[in-house]
């Protein structure tokens, strides 16, 4: 089906090959990959927002629904004449599966809800992404989040995203493990990774399920004000999670990264959100994709960031000011030259997201971040 997908042109093989893409390890020992994808438009948080919002009718609704299978197109909507989808059952509702033709990675997919409703991330979320795993055990599969910021950019139509690739975060350690009296079967713990990962590991599925379905109601419901950590507002939902799941073995793999979508004065994109002084490189929303420590940033910087290669060897250059700043640090740092250029620039880009991570974690890498782990930590284990 994947080749027929590239063979029909749906999946932009060639588009695709223009990609940067490369891999290195952080400052923080955490290994990395950043891509620049030419193919796919950059979008602004709010506008995310208020697309959530949007009603009325349209045709298609949305550019996930079904029947943009063969789709013609016209006035400002997309062609999907070749586009094709698969019928599945999951968790006893009718799904599609169906590439996406940017692959970010090997096999990128979707699965998608045969229907328009929004998305949600609950019990049923875990029990969908089991199926999923027992179906396709070479896949990973995940959703994002359901709330505007921490979440992707399709709010407004319930899918998942999967595909054949082995993650950076799949790759990290579990750092500190975490013990739930009545889940023996359940290894648990919290994964050396910049955002904040607790991580499940069983082949009792139904364990798994259970027990991460209350880690999600418990998170929903979790506040800490000493680190702005916030649940609710009134009646408004500030958490929420991003649920990912992939196979070793017999076992199921699953990571709940912990997600708070809270705005401040200071941080009107998010509090946990990259901060303004990265939004030269990355300002959209952390989705799935990044959590698992895959860079897509947009494609305008393939060129921006060969101008800012030459201010760096002090050739005449068109410099966009927004990464002066950064440049200048940089420049200030390290002695660079024709040879190590492409070098410096790749370990400096892997920085960057470094701290885009870390900016989106609600428990930070660091002695306070620790503190706020352990306090969760002691109050999820005395209720569950
Ligand atoms: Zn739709």
Redesign the pocket.
Known sequence: FYKLCENNNYVKKEAIANNVEFSGTSSKGHGLEITINLSKPEKDPKAIAAAAHATGKKY???A??LENEGYLGGYGKNARSNLRIIRMNIGGRPWGFQYSPYAYFNEHCIFLDQK?IPMVINQQTLINLVEIEKTLPHYFVGSNADLPIVGGSML??EHYQGGRHTFPMMKAKIKKNVVFDDYPEVVAGIVDWPMSDLRLISDNSLDLIELGAKIINFWDHYSDSARQIKAFDGKTRHHTVTPIMHREGKNFVLDLVLRDNNTSENYPLGIFHPHKELWHIKKENIGLIEVMGRAILPGRLKSELEEVKKYWLGQDNKMAISHKEWADQIKAEQNITAENVDAVMQQALVEVFEQVLQDAGVFKNNADGDEGWDKFITALTRQI
Do not use: E, R
Request: a neutral charge; hydrophobic letters at 25%.
């Open positions: 298609p609704q949305c996930l629904c328009h407004a139509h």
